[in-house]
């Protein structure tokens, strides 16, 4: 008798499951329409900022820039709203901001061939400091109400950042697996001493990674803060491992070579369904943040367990 082998979306979809019922069972109002539309709204932000992180661990890659690049990025867009800029003018200002930056985390890791997790983390310190500087580390508030709506008006029932949400996830899943370039992502990440014999250029696929990583996290300060209606310039902090751990949640392999977008929504959705259930359990932040960081080794050292499992097996058989 063959053995039953259970895939990875089957877990994910029975994790969801579970963590509603037993969430249902002992919390007063969690399935409520509103506390419902306040975890997807509030997982948008996640999950916008996993697609670029997706396609980032996919090439064997990882992005610590998240927490600095979008403060620092919502804070210019901001600033920029309140010295009276058209409000489409200076999205694209934060989203040509981030992109930039993305593209120095390529430049910086292809180029120079400086570790991912190392140029990541020193370009988010110095997005971090930027943020601080740009308001001497003062919050701003008080954006326009049509910039206010993106974040938490709703159109026909439903949150208009959710919108924004499915176009990137949509968007992300479709370059990954209708064209070209979604192929060169995956087979770097599976080999990239065999894209290069192709004659493909890495260079080219790194660029264009970590630069779209940088506008999915200048696009999530945005719509952050039209929620908040508000920038603070640390207000990126928890994001960072919450992508992290929506693209690992969602089978992501921290291997590279393996994962799908629309897993990482669901990772997304998940981690926003824990951190909402902890806070209205009236569980501080910063376990939390342990909790997450739990997950994530839990998980990274299953699959790795797994992998190195099947080698031996191949070695075997």
């Known amino acids: 008798m063959k053995p039953v082998k259970i895939e990875k979306k089957h877990v994910v979809y029975t994790l969801i499951v579970v963590v509603f019922i037993v969430a249902s069972s002992f919390i007063p109002g969690f399935l409520s329409i509103r506390n419902i539309m306040n975890i997807v709204r509030q997982s948008s932000i996640i999950a916008i900022c996993a697609c670029g992180m997706t396609m980032v661990i996919i090439i064997k890659g990882i992005d610590l820039s998240v927490t600095g690049m979008l403060s620092f990025c919502a804070m210019i867009n901001g600033l920029l709203l309140l010295q009276g800029w058209p409000i489409p ?37 110095v997005g971090g400091g930027l943020a601080l500087l740009l308001n001497e580390g003062r919050s701003i508030g008080g954006f326009p109400d049509a910039y206010v709506f993106m974040g938490n008006g709703t159109i026909l029932g439903v949150p208009v950042s959710n919108y924004i949400m499915a176009i990137f996830v949509i968007g992300t899943s479709v370059i990954m697996a209708k064209t070209r370039l979604g192929v060169y992502v995956y087979a770097m990440g599976g080999n990239e001493t065999v894209v290069k ?3 493909i250029s890495t260079s080219m696929i790194n660029y264009f990674v970590y630069g779209f990583s940088g506008f999915c996290i200048a696009m999530a300060g945005i719509l952050l803060s039209g929620q908040l209606d508000t920038v603070h310039p640390t207000q990126g902090e928890p994001y960072q491992l919450d992508a992290i751990a929506a693209c ?13 977008v629309y897993f990482s929504l669901i990772g997304a959705l998940i981690i926003g369904v824990q951190r909402n259930i902890l ?14 960081g739990i997950i994530i080794i839990v ?19």
């Open 89 to 125: 003018v200076a999205m694209i200002i934060g989203l040509a901001a981030g992109t930039v930056l993305g593209v120095f985390n390529g430049f910086m890791v292809d180029t120079l061939g400086i570790p991912a997790f190392i140029t990541t983390l020193v370009v988010g310190n």
């Open 197 to 199: 014999q192709q004659g």
């Open 248 to 260: 690992v949640i969602g089978g992501v392999s921290m291997l590279g070579g393996e994962g799908k």
């Open 279 to 292: 806070n209205l359990l009236g569980i501080h932040p910063f376990y939390q943040n342990i909790f997450v």
């Open 299 to 317: 998980i990274v050292a299953i699959n790795i367990f797994k992998k190195n499992r099947a080698i031996e097996l191949s070695k075997v058989f």
